[in-house]
């Protein structure tokens, strides 16, 4: 993108009939755009034709507000006189495109005129704002659209700045509680405002929630009916900017949120955390009421995870019955039956994951409890491979499974045979994934006042402790690209910077303003205020910048960029605890010895900045969250950004796809862009790339330097998954979540080597996928119908780089939100047309 000052001697009238200020640089960079695609890439020259544009119309209309079409017409004639014919007729046929786009989404939309908003976001992406986040009224009609779902999200995550405005507190230390009073938010609907931006009864529902809150954990010296009058009378208006900051964050697909505050925020359910850890005792009383609990968070809209391990064994007695226990096993079937009849918070089926402990007797069963993905279905399953393990392993002793009852040894199992069977079972059904006791706990800031982790959210990056919930949220890497004055990309990391301060700040207001759905876990996440903010739009990055994802250079800018985004949420959460106070567990953590939750403080030859004082800061001021940092699964924000998913290459180049009115091809923004660039886009190489499953690794005719760039998921072999995954945790405080793809005739030893690959680098847990791993999933390549189109299927894989589930009833497993199909991406089950997921 070519950025510029705005020409501001003049206005324009909108397609909508509004006037708005006349901007150079929309010019230049359509301009620019033309004379890329015919291989004249010259920012110069964009920029000299441009300022010949803006010479024209101000010539033309000294005395009137000229339109858009009468703009884009005299940039043609500007085209044609400058003798860039090529140019021109590129021009042309972009208005075109972009006048039938705009058309698209007006459909799509149910609207007559898009706004400037609905321009930002792709097809593809409205459809999703559509299909899952925009509200509707009885009739399933449209009553939103983006730039309003955006607008009600920023203002309500604004809340929590205004409540710690220092006009709120006692700056004596002296706590003044005040009494609930009643208030009735529906008597204020839209009338009072920050700023320019109305509070709607649920904004003002979350106001009221935070100020009681606050009366707990801080202290207020204004009573409610004072505060409420501030407010009512438009005195925290400054805080307008604060909205318009995160706003913008959004709007300009750098920053997104996860599914709940999008859904949630300004709406009904109020919830923004999309992670929850619940605990399970060994009596009925708790399994029924965690099996509650479960219940009441997937209606509010996420997921869970639990530990089975204290349950004990199957066979074991019960004494209250004179019987014998049934085992976990059977108890998770009853969580999925559950999970199987509610749905999360009318947006997404409910998700689990369900953890057993290596060293419980009935590991075994359990590691082939997903065998043929027949049970279970509505389960991640992983094992906890515990501390002692590796040292049987290594030393071929015998590794004994103990009652979690009464820590008696029940038997003895050969290790190498279980982690074998772990392995076998991952080959045959891609689950158990595997979480690895030492390394989660040797970075957990809590670790000695609360004991070891040992649960994660559904998708195994959230590592969190029992009624602990997480907020997430992805930065676009991608976003971050510019040109200079020669077209060549660079990282713009300044940018980079304030973006990740105010992503940090975002999050952390989602803890403060979101409403939780049980009591245990308000005061739990309140006490450790984790948040995670991570990465998305990685494999469009480095296509951008000629980086080949399976390459040292590669790692190296994946290793630089993650450590620059850890250390900058550091600071605004130092930033955050002295204006808002620290963590409340701040001194029941070892962030008081100035310790830091990632590998990478340990390894001073690799700091870029300066850790020690980011140590020093945080023993001096605090720190305002217990993690700052975890890599979640991307499925539908990244598509609302209209990047690549989280740090995963890009799934596949091309695809085609047939519609009544034709066939299109559609392909990777960023590889278009070089094709062009290099003389070489043209029908027959979209053609080839689709024979090729989504690839140019096999064409022979493509540049050996443009197939080392534009690899993809299945071009990367899996020690290269491997090695991402490791290059990434080393600067996380948590864990990500991350496919390591296999191809169908890995072998299971060869999967045995990346699982051991992956406890040697220090990643902290592990998903494996094999191609057609599942026995439900057909086992398809990308080839021609007889009319030479490619199947259905075919495009599918060629779009995402995976095979397809297939279930025994009705063909391909449909997504049961749009119908598409699903496929296994990010560790997840997901879709590819509208974003949902299993364990989203």
Not at 5 to 14: G, H, S, T
Not at 24 to 45: C, F, H, P, R
Request: neutral net charge; contains cysteine; aromatic residues 10%.
């Amino acid at each position: 993108m070519i950025t510029g000052q705005a020409f501001e001697v003049m206005n324009i009238r909108k397609r909508d009939g509004s006037i708005a200020p006349f901007e150079l640089n929309k010019i230049t960079n359509a301009i620019y755009g033309a004379a890329t695609e015919v291989g004249q890439k010259s920012v110069k020259l964009a920029k000299a034709l441009s300022d010949n544009v803006v010479s024209e119309v101000a010539k033309r209309f000294k005395d009137k507000v000229p339109s858009v079409e009468e703009i884009q017409d005299i940039v043609e004639e500007v085209l044609m006189r400058e003798g860039h014919p090529k140019i021109a007729k590129a021009y042309i046929l972009y208005r075109e495109r972009r006048a039938e786009l705009r058309k698209e989404k007006a459909v799509v939309l149910e609207k007559e005129e898009i706004d400037e908003v609905d321009k930002v976001f792709d097809i593809n992406a409205l459809r999703v704002l559509k299909s899952r986040y925009l509200r509707k009224d009885d009739k399933r009609k449209l009553i939103e659209t983006p730039k309003p779902l955006f607008t009600r999200i920023a203002t309500h995550i604004t809340l929590p700045d205004v409540i710690y405005d220092e006009r709120m507190y006692d700056i004596d230390g002296k706590q003044k509680i005040h009494p609930d009073e009643e208030f009735n938010p529906e008597e204020f609907h839209n009338k009072v405002r920050i700023g320019n931006y109305f509070l709607n009864q649920y904004h003002l529902e979350a106001l009221k929630r935070m100020y009681d809150r606050m009366n707990h954990w801080h202290q207020i010296k204004l009573s409610w009916s004072t505060f409420f009058s501030m407010i009512k009378n438009n005195e925290f208006e400054e805080y307008e900017n604060n909205l318009k900051e995160f706003y913008n964050l959004m709007v300009s697909r750098r920053f997104m949120p996860n599914t709940p505050a999008i859904a949630n925020f300004g709406a009904v359910l109020g919830m923004g955390s999309a992670c929850f850890v619940l605990g399970i005792d060994d009596s009925m009383e708790s399994i029924m009421e965690t099996l509650r609990n479960a219940a009441i968070i997937f209606k509010s809209g996420g997921g869970v995870g639990y530990n089975f391990s204290h349950l004990r064994n199957e066979g074991d007695v019960v004494s209250t019955s004179c019987g014998v226990a049934s085992g976990p096993i059977s108890f998770m079937t009853m969580f999925d039956k559950m999970t199987e009849v509610i749905k999360q918070g009318g947006i997404r089926r409910g998700a689990n994951m369900g953890i057993l402990n290596g060293n419980h007797p009935d590991i075994e069963k359990f590691i082939k409890a997903k065998e043929g993905n027949k049970q279970l279905r509505n389960f991640n399953i992983s094992v906890l491979i515990m501390p002692d393990f590796w040292e049987h392993y290594n030393q071929k002793k015998p590794y004994p499974l103990r009652n979690p009852r009464t820590g008696q040894v029940v038997k003895t199992v050969d290790p190498e045979k279980l982690f074998d069977e772990i392995v076998y079972q991952a080959w045959e059904s891609a689950e158990p994934g595997v979480i690895f006791f030492d390394y989660v706990n040797k970075f957990n800031p809590f670790f000695d006042y609360l004991g070891p982790i040992v649960t994660t959210n559904p998708c195994g990056e959230v590592l969190l402790y029992p009624n602990e919930s997480c907020n997430l949220g992805s930065i676009n890497v991608w976003s971050f690209l510019k040109e200079d004055d020669d077209g060549n990309s660079a990282y713009d990391w300044e940018a980079l910077k304030e973006n990740v301060k105010l992503a940090t700040r975002f999050l952390d207001n989602i803890i403060d303003v979101s409403k939780h759905p049980l009591p245990q876990i308000e005061e739990m996440t309140l006490a450790t205020r984790k948040i995670g903010l991570g990465v998305m739009g990685l494999g469009d990055a480095m296509y951008e910048l000629r980086l080949p994802y399976n390459s040292d250079e590669g790692r190296k800018f994946m290793g630089k960029l993650m450590q620059f985004i850890n250390y900058y949420s550091k600071v605004e959460s130092i930033e955050l605890a002295k204006t808002r106070g620290k963590l409340p567990y701040f001194d029941k953590s070892f962030y008081k010895d100035g310790k830091l939750p990632f590998a990478g403080a340990d390894d001073k030859k690799s700091w870029d900045f300066d850790w020690g004082k980011i140590s020093e800061d945080i023993k001096k001021y605090g720190i305002r969250n217990g993690y700052t940092t975890i890599i979640a699964p991307t499925g539908s924000i990244s598509m609302i950004a209209g990047c690549s998913s989280g740090i995963e290459p890009v799934y596949s180049l091309v695809f085609e796809k047939n519609v009544k009115v034709g066939s299109f091809y559609y392909t990777n923004h960023v590889f278009e862009k070089v094709m062009k660039q290099e003389g070489l886009y043209d029908e027959k190489l979209m053609a080839d790339i689709c024979k090729h499953g989504g690839r140019v690794s096999d064409i022979p005719w493509v540049p050996k330097d443009l197939k080392e760039i534009f690899v993809t998921a299945m071009d990367t072999v899996p020690e290269d998954h491997i090695r991402a995954l490791a290059t990434f945790q080393k600067w996380v405080d948590s864990s990500i979540s991350k496919t390591c793809n296999f191809p169908a005739n890995a072998t299971v030893e060869y999967m045995k080597k990346c699982y051991l690959l992956a406890y040697e680098l220090g990643c902290k847990d592990v998903t494996v996928f094999r191609d057609s791993s599942i026995q439900d999933q057909v086992l398809v390549v990308p080839k021609k119908k007889n009319n030479g189109e490619l199947s259905e299927r075919s495009q599918l894989i060629a779009a995402t780089g995976s095979s397809p589930f297939q279930s025994s009833e009705d063909g391909l497993k449909e997504c049961p939100e749009c119908k598409s199909y699903l496929v296994n991406k990010e560790g997840c089950l997901s879709c590819t047309s509208c974003g949902w997921g299993l364990c989203k």
